[in-house]
């Protein structure tokens, strides 16, 4: 079983739908980060949170430690949108090393 | 402000052949390096990370290896590229402090024929 799982793998949405991405994981750790990959294959950061919610334009990522559960949101989402979005953790012995979700495939259809 | 560059962006070698891919690192001192890699239709995975100069970690036994000549620097080699080293590598970096934001590079799309 891997330490950091994510649902769905692959998501459809309409444009202007609201959209949730999933991560449970089973390990204790310091942060978790939501990145999202282009097609390219370039990558962005979207979020590091180590607790509560955190909000950037559409785009809002919640944390619960106790239930050790996350969730990404995008609200009126755009075909801009599409990407893979991944979530990642720091294990708190770890370091700075992450360690990550298969990742979550998301279409928006126009 | 930091700047991430690494290069080439597509490679395409021979299996048997040698590898060297660079990855080097602006405006900032002392940062954590990473190479990761994204195999097709899998997640990423750590293949190593630096936390200084010489100062090499490897997350996995295979056939790569990775050295930090300057504070900067990160490469990743290989003296003989097999079929299974295909793939997507990443360099990225971040503060020494630790669980900061992750800056990744634009990637490598490696193909070994």
């Known amino acids: 079983k891997n330490e950091v799982e994510q649902s769905p793998q692959n998501l459809t949405a309409q444009e202007g739908e609201f959209i949730t991405i999933n991560c449970s994981y089973s390990?204790?750790?310091?942060?978790l980060h939501w990145l999202q990959q282009h097609p390219g294959g370039g990558i962005v950061s979207l979020f590091m949170?180590?607790?509560g919610k955190k909000k950037h334009g559409r785009l809002i990522a919640t944390i619960n430690i106790q239930e050790k559960h996350s969730s990404l949101h995008i609200t009126a989402s755009h075909p801009r949108d599409s990407a893979v979005y991944i979530c990642?953790?720091?294990?708190?012995?770890?370091?700075?090393?992450?360690?990550f979700g298969e990742g979550t495939q998301l279409t928006v259809n126009p | 402000s930091q700047t991430i560059h690494q290069w080439p962006a597509t490679l395409v070698q021979p299996v048997g052949s040698p590898l060297s891919l660079e990855c080097t690192v602006e405006?900032?001192?002392?940062?954590?390096l990473y190479w990761y890699r994204q195999a097709a239709g899998r997640g990423l995975q750590l293949l190593f990370y630096?936390?200084?100069?010489?100062?090499i970690s490897s997350e996995v036994p295979q056939n790569l290896s990775a050295s930090r000549p300057q504070d900067r620097q990160f490469i990743l080699s290989s003296k003989k590229l097999l079929l299974s080293d295909s793939g997507f590598y990443l360099c990225?970096?971040?503060?020494?402090?630790?669980?900061?934001?992750?800056?990744f590079g634009s990637g490598t799309q490696l193909s070994v024929l």
């Open positions: 990642a953790v720091v294990v708190e012995t770890s370091g700075s090393r992450l360690t």
């Open positions: 990225a970096w971040s503060w020494a402090t630790g669980g900061e934001k992750l800056f």
């Open positions: 630096s936390v200084g100069i010489g100062q």
């Open positions: 390990v204790g750790i310091s942060a």
């Open positions: 949170l180590s607790s």
């Open positions: 405006g900032t001192s002392n940062p954590n």
